[in-house]
């Protein structure tokens, strides 16, 4: 895991991981039969909790709003007359 990932990002992609394999492998008839490498799939695993973390940080942002003036800061534009 690298050291500029969040915490929770590794276990989410572990999580994704699991999810992934599941849905594209088949057993049939003692059979396995993946429909995409393993190894494209944990690539795809570890993308996707950042993608997941910056939509996560832009909506909660979006709800935010603009920041506001805090009344005990200074007014800075009377500094420029």
Same mark, same amino acid.
């Given at each position: #895991? /690298? @050291?500029?990932?969040? !915490?929770? %990002?590794?276990?989410?992609?572990?999580?994704?991981?699991?999810?992934?394999? &599941?849905?594209?492998?088949?057993?049939?008839?003692?059979?396995?039969? #993946? /429909? @995409?490498?393993?190894? !494209?799939? %944990?690539?795809?695993?570890?993308?996707l909790?950042?993608?997941f973390?910056? &939509?996560?940080d832009?909506?909660?942002?979006?709800?935010?709003?603009?920041?506001?003036?805090?009344?005990? !800061?200074?007014?800075?534009?009377?500094?420029?007359?």
């Amino acid at each position: #895991m /690298s @050291a500029s990932k969040p !915490a929770g %990002a590794y276990d989410l992609a572990q999580q994704i991981f699991v999810e992934l394999i &599941a849905r594209h492998t088949e057993v049939k008839d003692g059979a396995v039969k #993946m /429909s @995409a490498p393993p190894a !494209a799939l %944990a690539a795809l695993s570890m993308k996707l909790p950042d993608a997941f973390t910056v &939509a996560t940080d832009e909506a909660d942002n979006a709800k935010a709003g603009p920041p506001t003036k805090k009344a005990d !800061a200074p007014d800075t534009g009377s500094w420029m007359k």
